[in-house]
């Protein structure tokens, strides 16, 4: 059990977690919520974290990626906690849990949650796997902002009453720059390693510099973004409640911007999950008010 939960990465299912309570508050503000539709996107959502966390795994264990010099927690595949097989079959188990649960939210909403779903799936699986990964080719960023920004915000929006209003739009974007950050704190803390064995991340091609930038950016950006869409009055302006965010953004953002031994990245990283978390739970507040 301990090598399956080391496998899970409890820290990263977090960014699941955010995306899930921004959808379903703005649905409480604008009337519609469902419990049944909450608690089963909750579920959903987190199961796919899961198992793109062990396709990841066993993926990257198959390419020679995950060698001694990495840092940070270890991988199971490569270190010999579980098989490439076992790993394999986990994926499985989680994706048909997880498809259960799609299949009840298209039955109470509609076939948009199908596209979303299928797609999310595809991407998981070829992520670091299957002939061409667009995760070694410095596309990560851009596939995490898509299916845990707007995919997942939008999608658990329109659960509940199978609308999406641009509302839950608007707010994906805020809640996808600081997702993509928390991917942006793991891919700099394993540049060096990355590099070496020829994993080309968006870290990799833009240099540790440009990636601390990059960083940067996305964390001071979502918190710019709320305040204008809620300034101009495009999304309640209650949602500008998630400025309470902001102090836990002063650490993660010192560490990765100065910081270059493993253990203050890896804290960095956590850091920003759990910032991640903060700002998705005071944004759906704020909408659901």
Same mark, same amino acid.
């Given at each position: 059990m301990r090598a399956w939960l080391v496998a899970a990465r409890p820290p990263t299912l977090l960014a699941s977690i955010a995306p899930v309570l921004v959808g379903? %508050?703005?649905?409480?503000?604008? %009337?519609?919520?469902?419990?049944?539709?909450?608690?089963? @996107?909750? =579920?959903t959502a987190v199961?796919?974290?899961? &198992?793109?966390?062990?396709?990841? !795994?066993? /993926? !990257?264990? +198959?390419?020679? &990626?995950? #060698?001694?010099?990495? =840092?940070?927690?270890? *991988?199971?595949? $490569? /270190?010999?906690?579980?098989t490439a097989r076992?790993?394999?079959?986990?994926? $499985?188990?989680v994706l048909a849990l997880a498809c259960g649960g799609g299949v009840y939210l #298209?039955?109470?909403? %509609?076939s948009l949650i199908l596209w979303i779903g299928g797609a999310a799936i595809v991407a998981l699986l070829t992520y670091t796997g299957g002939p061409w990964p667009y995760g070694y080719k410095g596309l990560g960023e851009v596939a995490v902002f898509v299916f845990f920004g707007p995919a997942a915000v939008v999608g658990s929006r329109y659960v509940h009453d199978g609308t999406v209003?641009?509302? $839950?739009?608007?707010? $994906?974007?805020?809640?996808?720059?600081?997702?993509?950050? =928390?991917?942006? &704190?793991?891919?700099?803390?394993?540049?060096e390693?990355? *590099?070496? @064995?020829?994993? *080309? @991340?968006l870290a990799v091609i833009l240099g540790q510099p440009g990636t601390r930038i990059l960083y940067a950016a996305l964390v001071s950006g979502a918190f710019v973004a709320i305040g204008v869409f809620a300034g101009v009055g495009l999304v309640s302006r209650r949602?500008? =409640?998630?400025?309470? &965010?902001?102090?836990? +953004?002063?650490?993660?953002?010192?560490?990765?911007l100065r910081d270059t031994e493993g253990p203050s990245l890896v804290a960095a990283l956590k850091a920003t999950a759990l910032l991640h978390l903060a700002f998705g739970a005071l944004l759906g507040a704020g909408v659901a008010l």
């Open positions: 379903s %508050g703005l649905a409480i503000g604008q %009337g519609v919520f469902r419990w049944d539709a909450f608690v089963v @996107t909750l =579920i199961l796919l974290n899961i &198992a793109v966390n062990f396709a990841n !795994d066993a /993926s !990257d264990a +198959a390419r020679g &990626a995950d #060698t001694e010099y990495r =840092i940070g927690p270890p *991988r199971v595949v $490569a /270190s010999g906690l579980l076992q790993v394999w079959t986990g994926t $499985a188990v #298209t039955v109470i909403s %509609g209003p641009g509302e $839950a739009w608007l707010l $994906a974007i805020p809640v996808g720059f600081l997702v993509t950050a =928390i991917l942006v &704190a793991n891919n700099v803390r394993d540049l390693t990355d *590099r070496d @064995t020829g994993k *080309r @991340t949602a500008l =409640i998630a400025f309470a &965010a902001v102090p836990l +953004a002063i650490r993660p953002l010192r560490r990765v």
